[in-house]
C-alpha cells in the first residue's frame, strides 16, 4: 500500500509542477498580439506596445508603378513609444524587405507622383478602428515636394495619428502577398496583406 501512496504523491507533485510551470509561462509571455481583418483592404493590429490600422485599398486596385502607398493610423497600447523611420519596412512577395522612402527621394520624384497622391487622396479608405482619441499627423513625409519630414513619430495612448507611408519598391508594386513590419523596442508588428 506504501508503493500506491508514493505513486500518487510523485504523480500530484508531477501535476502541480506542470501546472505551476504553465503559469509561469503564460505569465511571462504577456499580452498577446491580435490580427483582426476589418474590411476587404483593412486590417487592424492590437499588440503590447502599439495598435495599428492599416489600409491598402489604393495600393489593391493600382498594383503599378514603383511606388506602393499605405494609409495608417498608430496610437500606443500603453506606454509612450518613438518609431523611428528606420523601423518601419515592408517585405514583397519575393521576400525583400524595403525600408520606408526616405523624404529627399519622394520629393524627387514627386512630380511623377503627384498624380497617383491625387487619386489615393480621393480614394483614402477611413481608418476609425482604434479606440477615438484626438487625431494627430505623423509627418514622416512632407507630401508636397521638398518640406519638413521627422526622423520619427512619438506614439502615445491619447492620439490616433495618422499617415501615409511611402515605399519605392525596385521591381515596383504587383500582385502578391508582403507584409507591413514595424520594429518596436519590445517586438515587432508584423500584418500580412494581399495586393
Do not use: H
Given at each position: 500500500m506504501s508503493t500506491r501512496i508514493r505513486i500518487r504523491a510523485e504523480l500530484a507533485v508531477a501535476v502541480a509542477a506542470a501546472l505551476l510551470f504553465a503559469a509561469a509561462a503564460s505569465a511571462k509571455s504577456g499580452p498577446q498580439a491580435e490580427l483582426e481583418r476589418v474590411g476587404a483592404?483593412?486590417?487592424?493590429?492590437?499588440?503590447?506596445q502599439v495598435?495599428?490600422?492599416?489600409?491598402?485599398?489604393?495600393?489593391?486596385?493600382?498594383?503599378?508603378?514603383?511606388?506602393?502607398?499605405?494609409?495608417?493610423?498608430?496610437?500606443?497600447?500603453?506606454?509612450?513609444?518613438?518609431?523611428?523611420?528606420?523601423?518601419?519596412a515592408v517585405r514583397t512577395?519575393?521576400?525583400?524587405?524595403?525600408?520606408?522612402?526616405?523624404?529627399?527621394?519622394?520629393?524627387?520624384?514627386?512630380?511623377?507622383?503627384?498624380?497617383?497622391?491625387?487619386?489615393?487622396?480621393?480614394?483614402?479608405?477611413?481608418?476609425?478602428?482604434?479606440?477615438?482619441?484626438?487625431?494627430?499627423?505623423?509627418?514622416?513625409?512632407?507630401?508636397?515636394?521638398p518640406g519638413i519630414a521627422f526622423p520619427t513619430v512619438w506614439l502615445d495612448q491619447w492620439h490616433n495619428d495618422y499617415g501615409r507611408l511611402f515605399f519605392r519598391l525596385p521591381d515596383g508594386v504587383r500582385k502578391g502577398n508582403y507584409e507591413l513590419l514595424i520594429n518596436l523596442p519590445e517586438g515587432k508588428v508584423v500584418m500580412p496583406f494581399a495586393i
Open positions: 483592404t483593412a486590417i487592424v493590429y492590437r499588440g503590447p495598435d495599428v490600422a492599416l489600409s491598402y485599398r489604393f495600393a489593391k486596385n493600382n498594383p503599378t508603378g514603383n511606388w506602393l502607398l499605405l494609409e495608417t493610423v498608430m496610437t500606443a497600447a500603453r506606454d509612450p513609444v518613438d518609431v523611428t523611420r528606420g523601423a518601419i512577395p519575393d521576400g525583400e524587405v524595403v525600408p520606408l522612402a526616405p523624404q529627399a527621394l519622394l520629393a524627387e520624384d514627386y512630380g511623377s507622383l503627384a498624380s497617383t497622391i491625387a487619386r489615393a487622396d480621393v480614394t483614402r479608405e477611413p481608418l476609425g478602428y482604434l479606440t477615438p482619441r484626438r487625431f494627430r499627423p505623423m509627418r514622416l513625409f512632407a507630401q508636397y515636394g
